[in-house]
């Protein structure tokens, strides 16, 4: 039977204008109540979370997404106190101003209001967004996936168990059943949802924007390049190669493609022989391919394909392309970068300019590993996700990207004529 979300939606918006009144020091006990609640029950969280990795082959590159551990949760905890701790992102004076007739004017940060959540085998999401919202005076209404039913469940009893012991309306955090149906009434639920957000796979992205009818905020994928230049360090080219590629390989930031400029060729045997510990799978052309034949294991060791690249591998697979210019490089991360992030390895500081300047990306790194695109490296404490768009946010977002603002004119009498 499909569950009608009408007395859901219209609970939330209770929930949001009773949520405008609830002051910061509040908000961050609430916070720093369910993180301590979360750490008294990580045995019950761990335990609801193993009934989901259960169902889903370890193979999946999912399966790590999914993963609770002590210390992904203890990790996930201690964001949600930063994220308290941090100064509120409301009724902050963006721009203030007077008219020549007098006319005071405020520009005001405000929330939004009711922001839906889209996202798939994350559990970490349903925390890092709760945390994000409660602290931007936003009720959020999550639709996670199926395949962490259990986990996202066990993570929300304990959010309304929270709240409800400091008087906070439950409805102020939602999960919804695990129904497609109800992922299409969130998604044309207009003027009662202020904003969606989805967070996953290219595919459920692309199914939001075709499909809503509220504004929506993209959280793109990750198909994320390193370029080798010619005078770019072994040593920190090295450090970086394998650092992006390896360190999570399921996240949105990892390394899909290293770009090598043609005069390092000899160096790409040193650049890419940690990966091989780790059981990295490399698609290479031409170049590359000869290159690393008998310097890299031939197990390990493919022919790239016009599929190798664009693709966002989220395993332990990473395509290799060989440029004859900084330009050709250039010209290979725009034609296939999913505009998330990008990175150069370099001490040619002109270079580095040109990169930053004509790279289009939102996130554009130097001589730095892609892994650090998140809002915990940011020190925004927490992210609801990585914008790739170009409207009102983009990068790593989290507080200040969850309000909006109005605008607020006073004045003493004064009439248009």
Same mark, same amino acid.
């Given at each position: 039977?499909?569950?009608?979300?009408?007395?859901?939606?219209?609970?939330?918006?209770?929930?949001?204008?009773?949520?405008?009144?609830?002051?910061? @020091?509040?908000?961050?006990?609430? =916070?720093?109540?369910?993180?301590?609640?979360?750490?008294?029950?990580?045995?019950?969280?761990?335990?609801?979370?193993?009934?989901?990795?259960?169902?889903?082959?370890?193979?999946?590159?999912?399966? $790590?997404?999914?993963?609770?551990?002590?210390?992904?949760?203890?990790?996930?905890?201690?964001?949600?106190?930063?994220?308290?701790?941090?100064?509120?992102?409301?009724?902050? /004076?963006?721009?203030?101003?007077?008219?020549?007739?007098?006319?005071?004017?405020?520009?005001?940060?405000?929330?939004?209001?009711?922001?839906?959540?889209?996202? +798939?085998?994350?559990?970490?999401? /349903?925390?890092?967004?709760?945390?994000?919202?409660?602290?931007?005076?936003?009720?959020?209404?999550?639709?996670?996936?199926?395949?962490?039913?259990?986990?996202?469940?066990?993570?929300?009893?304990?959010?309304?168990?929270? =709240?409800?012991?400091?008087?906070?309306?439950?409805?102020?955090?939602?999960?919804?059943?695990?129904?497609?149906?109800?992922?299409?009434? =969130?998604?044309?639920?207009?003027?009662?949802?202020?904003?969606?957000?989805?967070?996953?796979?290219?595919?459920?992205?692309?199914?939001?924007?075709?499909?809503?009818?509220?504004?929506?905020?993209? /959280?793109?994928?990750?198909?994320c390049h390193t370029?080798? $230049?010619?005078?770019?360090?072994?040593?920190?080219?090295?450090?970086?190669?394998?650092?992006?590629?390896?360190?999570?390989?399921?996240? &949105?930031?990892?390394?899909? &493609?290293?770009?090598?400029?043609?005069?390092?060729?000899?160096?790409?045997? @040193?650049?890419?022989?940690?990966?091989?510990?780790?059981?990295?799978?490399?698609?290479?052309?031409?170049?590359?391919? +000869?290159?690393?034949?008998?310097?890299?294991?031939?197990?390990?060791?493919?022919?790239?394909?016009?599929?190798?690249?664009?693709?966002?591998?989220?395993?332990?697979?990473?395509?290799?392309k060989t440029v004859?210019?900084?330009?050709?490089?250039?010209?290979?991360? @725009?034609?296939?970068?999913?505009?998330?992030?990008?990175?150069?390895?370099?001490?040619?500081?002109?270079?580095?300019?040109?990169?930053?300047?004509?790279?289009?990306?939102? &996130?554009?790194?130097?001589?730095?590993?892609?892994?650090?695109?998140?809002?915990?490296?940011?020190?925004?404490?927490? +992210?609801?996700?990585?914008?790739?768009?170009?409207?009102?946010?983009?990068?790593?977002?989290?507080?200040?990207e969850l309000t /909006?603002?109005?605008?607020?004119?006073?004045?003493?009498?004064?009439?248009?004529?």
């Open positions: 039977m499909t569950t009608d979300l009408s007395h859901i939606l219209d609970n939330a918006r209770v929930a949001a204008n009773k949520l405008n009144l609830i002051d910061d @020091a509040t908000i961050a006990r609430v =916070l720093c109540a369910v993180a301590d609640e979360a750490d008294r029950q990580t045995d019950y969280l761990l335990r609801e979370n193993r009934r989901d990795l259960e169902r889903m082959d370890p193979n999946d590159p999912r399966y $790590d997404r999914l993963m609770l551990t002590p210390e992904r949760l203890a990790g996930i905890t201690a964001d949600m106190r930063r994220v308290a701790s941090l100064p509120s992102p409301l009724g902050r /004076t963006l721009a203030s101003f007077d008219r020549p007739n007098g006319m005071h004017i405020d520009k005001v940060s405000v929330p939004f209001g009711v922001i839906g959540i889209i996202y +798939e085998a994350r559990p970490n999401v /349903t925390f890092d967004v709760f945390s994000l919202c409660l602290k931007s005076g936003n009720v959020c209404i999550l639709k996670g996936g199926h395949d962490a039913a259990c986990s996202n469940l066990a993570l929300m009893n304990i959010i309304n168990k929270v =709240l409800i012991s400091h008087g906070i309306d439950s409805n102020t955090a939602v999960l919804l059943p695990n129904d497609h149906h109800v992922t299409d009434q =969130l998604l044309t639920a207009v003027g009662k949802v202020d904003l969606v957000i989805p967070r996953g796979s290219s595919r459920l992205i692309n199914y939001v924007r075709e499909h809503a009818l509220v504004p929506v905020i993209e /959280t793109g994928a990750g198909i370029y080798f $230049d010619e005078y770019g360090d072994l040593t920190q080219g090295r450090n970086i190669v394998f650092n992006a590629k390896t360190r999570r390989v399921s996240v &949105c930031n990892a390394l899909d &493609c290293l770009i090598v400029h043609e005069k390092r060729l000899p160096d790409l045997p @040193a650049l890419c022989e940690p990966l091989a510990g780790k059981q990295v799978i490399i698609y290479a052309d031409p170049q590359a391919y +000869e290159a690393l034949s008998g310097r890299y294991p031939d197990t390990l060791l493919q022919p790239a394909t016009d599929q190798s690249f664009g693709t966002e591998f989220l395993d332990y697979k990473m395509a290799v004859s210019s900084f330009d050709e490089a250039l010209d290979h991360i @725009a034609r296939y970068s999913s505009k998330h992030s990008e990175c150069i390895v370099t001490d040619d500081e002109e270079r580095k300019q040109q990169f930053t300047r004509r790279v289009d990306a939102a &996130c554009v790194y130097t001589n730095v590993s892609t892994a650090f695109t998140d809002g915990g490296q940011f020190g925004f404490g927490a +992210e609801i996700g990585i914008s790739t768009q170009k409207l009102h946010a983009r990068g790593p977002m989290a507080l200040p /909006t603002y109005k605008y607020i004119i006073s004045g003493n009498g004064q009439t248009r004529q």
